[in-house]
């Protein structure tokens, strides 16, 4: 699993991902899909979005442990951009429209 924190227009969301790294190409896909063309994105310590989110991260964890997919953790951007330090991220992409990048 892994936990995703993404800054699009709309601000941030927190997302849970069953995807092997977060520029694989069928996850950066699912926002597209959402009508999300241009967004940054970075991976978050799972262990954070467990202690957290609690009954739904292991209800989201459980679903997705058996098929590939992206649930959506929390929408509340001033919740998740307050409970997640900016130190501690991994890896990260922007991508916009048609072209992904890494952050470092």
């Known amino acids: 699993m892994k936990g ?3 800054f699009s227009a709309s601000g941030p969301l927190m997302l849970l991902s069953s995807y092997p790294t977060i520029d694989d190409p069928d996850l950066l896909m699912t926002p597209q899909a959402k009508g999300i063309d241009k967004f940054m994105a970075w991976a978050t310590p799972v ?3 467990r202690d957290l989110y609690g009954y739904s991260y292991r209800d989201d964890a459980k679903d997705l442990a058996t098929r590939r997919g992206v649930h959506v953790l929390d929408t509340d ?3 998740v951009f307050m409970n997640f330090s900016l130190r501690d991220l991994g890896p990260g992409i922007v991508r916009e429209r048609q072209i992904v990048s ?3």
């Open 77 to 79: 951007g001033h919740r």
């Open 4 to 6: 995703i924190l993404v």
């Open 47 to 49: 262990d954070r979005c």
């Open 102 to 104: 890494s952050t470092g």
